[in-house]
């Protein structure tokens, strides 16, 4: 976001609709997480189990977050039919009725991976960086004007191919992993999608000038980071130099 706050916008015409979705996708071809050399090492099955259990620990978290910064996000909506719409994003993830919905899939994954229940819920073994970049994201779109609280959720747009990446490559690789576990990623293919074309939709539509165009971009660009701060943090500690930080979780560590 630093790099638009310099810039005086006023008085710039804004860009046309094709060019601005084309900067936000830049975005993601330039910084998504997809990147980032621990997925590369999680979907080419050169991790171990507790290097895969201290990822799945930590996203846990922000998993965890994004139905709260949802409803944080609906609580500043005025319009009925964009709380309509957007609701059902808390849905898929804390379920409804019989649905258990993202978190218990999750919870599938952090199980077969040896954690209790209560440890993974509670946070206590997640690292500093996740909880304060999750924390980031919850801000985010507290603080941030509507438009561009949406945008920020725009990263979505880039995560189906990571997630067919992630299921070949983790069942490949991993004995630890099956079909249930890859539960969660299965679901989100068919959940991102929608999601990411009604938020481009309404980015597209409600960004109207370059100022705020730019802002969408930057979003976009700042959720970029939040995801990857906690790559780095989770390479640091588990991979190389393997420095953990106190009260994160140490591999061998009781974890109830
Ligand atoms: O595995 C991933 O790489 C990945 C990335 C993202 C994302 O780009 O923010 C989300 C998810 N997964 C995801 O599962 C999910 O439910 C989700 C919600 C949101 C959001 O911003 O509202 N992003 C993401």
Request: glycine content about 6%.
């Amino acid at each position: 976001m630093n790099e638009i706050v310099a810039i005086d916008w006023r008085g710039v015409a804004p860009l046309p609709r094709d060019e601005f979705e084309a900067a936000i996708r830049a975005v993601g071809a330039e910084r998504y997480h997809n990147k980032h050399e621990f997925h590369k090492l999680l979907h080419g099955g050169k991790l171990n189990k507790d290097q895969v259990a201290a990822w799945a620990l930590n996203r846990y978290c922000y998993q965890e977050a994004v139905p709260r910064k949802d409803a944080a996000f609906m609580s500043r909506v005025h319009d009925r039919e964009l709380r309509r719409e957007w609701i059902h994003r808390i849905h898929d993830h804390d379920g409804l009725g019989e649905e258990g919905g993202g978190i218990e899939r999750w919870l599938v994954l952090t199980d077969a991976l040896g954690f209790s229940r209560d440890y993974v819920t509670s946070r206590r073994g997640a690292l500093p960086a996740t909880k304060f970049a999750v924390e980031a994201y919850v801000r985010f779109v507290v603080e941030q004007p509507l438009v561009v609280a949406v945008a920020s959720s725009l990263t979505e747009l880039f995560a189906p191919s990571i997630h067919r990446e992630r299921i070949v490559g983790m069942l490949e690789s991993y004995d630890f992993v099956d079909d249930q576990v890859m539960a969660y990623f299965k679901r989100r293919l068919t959940q991102a999608p929608r999601d990411s074309e009604f938020a481009l939709g309404y980015v597209l539509d409600n960004a109207k000038t370059r100022a705020e165009q730019e802002a969408c971009v930057g979003a976009v660009r700042f959720k970029c980071d939040v995801l990857w701060a906690q790559l780095d943090a989770l390479h640091h500690a588990y991979v190389t130099p393997g420095l953990i930080p106190p009260g994160a979780w140490r591999p061998g560590e009781a974890n109830v």
